[in-house]
């Protein structure tokens, strides 16, 4: 049975790293130098039983806000999550975001950009997810812009009809979609759709570029921004236990908020306040 714990594989190469919290401690990067990506469910929003019931504590809202002046806007959210969500999730902040795993990006300039994907598809498999989901009380189908998830953390019986389901239903479909796993929930996105990508596309855009790219997150959707963010020499950091090729490893949510405030509180011992240059979308 899955677990909020990931084990095992990505698919295209095995998680090192399956160790308890690392013994070396964290490195304290400037906030003046730091490009900073973060997940949200289960990294700023502890896991709930229902993805409605999520929630992200007004003390993380307050240090997001704070980062993100400390950092001249070199802050962005990176989830799986559908746009609104991000948005009402972290209100009342509207920050940078890649949402739907990478699939759809709001860059600091405010345009939204999409991947193409198929309606007609999408319309084809929530039909089919959505009538069998029906027949499996508990479970919750969340149907967002360009993917869907399979929810059974309410109902983890059927985690394995479920996974067929998914599977089933992508028949048809596997050019425009495939399979993301993730804690209690199988995902079907759009093909290609990544968080590597969507932090690739960050880094390539100002006030990101030429910084050292920092990533914290805690699920498999998360392992592909682990991966790349290491292969630019950055920061990676994982929330909880279970295999991954993150760097280092944090207990839970509000260890990273007690790490990202000394990070803040260094900046204030080393230069004396927190500037508000560079604030933008939340000002
Ligand atoms: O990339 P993320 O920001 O971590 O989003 C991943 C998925 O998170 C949500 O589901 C998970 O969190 C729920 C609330 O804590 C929990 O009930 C569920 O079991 C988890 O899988 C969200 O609902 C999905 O849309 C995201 O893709």
Redesign the pocket.
Same mark, same amino acid.
Do not use: W, Y
């Given at each position: 049975m899955s677990t909020?714990t990931n084990h095992g594989s990505t698919g295209d190469q095995v998680l090192h790293n399956t160790g308890k919290l690392p013994a070396r401690p964290l490195p304290r990067p400037s906030l003046a130098d730091l490009a900073i990506f973060l997940?949200?469910?289960?990294?700023?929003?502890?896991?709930?039983?229902?993805?409605d019931?999520?929630n992200v504590p007004a003390t993380t809202l307050h240090v997001l806000d704070d980062l993100y002046r400390a950092s001249a806007g070199s802050l962005a959210?990176?989830? &799986?999550? +559908?746009s609104p $969500?991000?948005d009402r999730l972290l209100g009342p902040l509207l920050l940078p975001y890649a949402a739907?795993?990478g699939a759809r990006i709001k860059p600091p300039n405010g345009k939204i950009e999409t991947m193409g994907v198929s309606q007609d598809s999408l319309r084809q498999v929530s039909a089919i997810v959505e009538t069998a989901m029906g027949q499996l009380p508990g479970t919750?189908v969340?149907r967002?812009a360009l993917?869907i998830?399979l929810?059974?953390?309410q109902a983890p019986q059927f985690e394995d009809e479920i996974r067929q389901l998914a599977a089933d239903a992508l028949v048809n479909h596997n050019g425009d979609f495939e399979i993301?796993e993730?804690?209690?929930?199988v995902?079907i996105k759009p093909r290609g759709a990544s968080?590597a990508k969507a932090i690739e596309r960050f880094m390539g855009m100002a006030p990101f570029q030429g910084r050292t790219p920092l990533f914290v &997150?805690? +699920?498999l959707? $998360?392992e592909s921004a682990f991966r790349i963010v290491n292969a630019m020499n950055g920061i990676t950091i994982k929330i909880g236990t279970g295999a991954t090729h993150a760097s280092w490893r944090l207990a839970d949510p509000p260890a990273l908020v007690e790490w990202l405030s000394s990070l803040l509180a260094k900046r204030l011992y080393d230069d004396g306040d927190i500037s508000t240059e560079g604030r933008q979308p939340n000002e």
């Open positions: 909020d997940d949200l469910d289960g990294t700023l929003a502890p896991i709930a039983p229902t993805p019931q999520a959210i990176v989830s &799986g999550r +559908d $969500d991000i739907l795993h919750i969340e967002k993917s998830a929810h059974f953390r993301q993730g804690k209690m929930v995902e968080k &997150g805690d +699920d959707t $998360d």
